[in-house]
Nanobody, 131 residues
């Protein structure tokens, strides 16, 4: 499984960005058995789970720091997961990675909070929020 992120960039505080994570390398519908998560790492800080989603059910998990501002969604036909980020603040500045874990061996909570079960990572996309 290969994951490729896109959509990062620079935005002023209060602005919005939409990140995309496209999966490839699996047989048809195989990604349905995965959970996909967004993680971010700011300079000098530990990587944190932002949001995770089940590809088969659409259930999702969010970090408290982004609840009400970020929305994760998926398009199974395109093997793509999106992260809509609104009301962005400077503290959201980070490299954002998407990652995949088979749902059979983890839960959304464990994946997002502790990266349990993750077996694939994307290369990351930079998000910079500044005036």
């Amino acid at each position: 499984l290969q994951l490729v992120e896109s959509g990062g960039g620079w935005v002023q505080p209060g602005g919005s960005l939409r990140l995309s994570c496209a999966g490839s390398g699996l047989t048809l519908d195989a990604l349905d058995y995965y959970a996909i998560g967004w993680f971010r790492q700011a300079p000098g800080k530990e990587r944190e789970g932002v949001s995770c989603i089940s590809m088969i059910s659409g259930s999702s998990q969010y970090a408290d720091s982004v609840k009400g501002r970020f929305t994760i969604s998926r398009d199974n036909a395109k093997n793509t997961v999106y992260l809509q980020m609104n009301s962005l603040q400077p503290e959201d500045t980070a490299v954002y990675h998407c990652a995949a874990a088979e749902e059979a061996i983890t839960t959304l909570r464990d994946m997002c909070a502790s990266e349990i079960g993750i077996d694939s990572w994307g290369q990351g996309t930079q998000v910079t929020v500044s005036s």
